[in-house]
């Protein structure tokens, strides 16, 4: 799950997705590049996204036979 780091002052920055995550470097990228033309709402927008967006353990993932989709096996 991506973290929010905190300032010196408390007040909670942006969140910071998961090293190695293509969506979390891509949701990062989108930031910056809405940052540099000041789309405060986009910006906004990739926090959230961040912030929400789900890093599971290795151990969750369930085995291809036990995949399904909509109730049927894949």
């Given amino acids: 799950m991506a973290t929010t780091q905190i300032s ?3 007040a909670p920055l ?8 293509a ?3 891509a949701l990062a990228e989108s930031r910056q590049i809405a940052r540099e033309v ?3 709402p986009a910006v906004a927008h990739c926090n959230v996204q ?3 967006h789900p890093h599971r353990r ?5 085995t291809v036979a ?3 989709v909509w109730g049927v096996a894949l």
């Fill in 38 to 40: 000041d789309d405060l």
């Fill in 14 to 21: 942006e969140p910071v997705g998961v090293e190695g995550c």
């Fill in 8 to 10: 010196e002052t408390g």
């Fill in 23 to 25: 969506t979390c470097t």
């Fill in 50 to 52: 961040i912030r929400n």
């Fill in 58 to 62: 290795s151990s969750d993932w369930r």
């Fill in 66 to 68: 036990e995949q399904r």
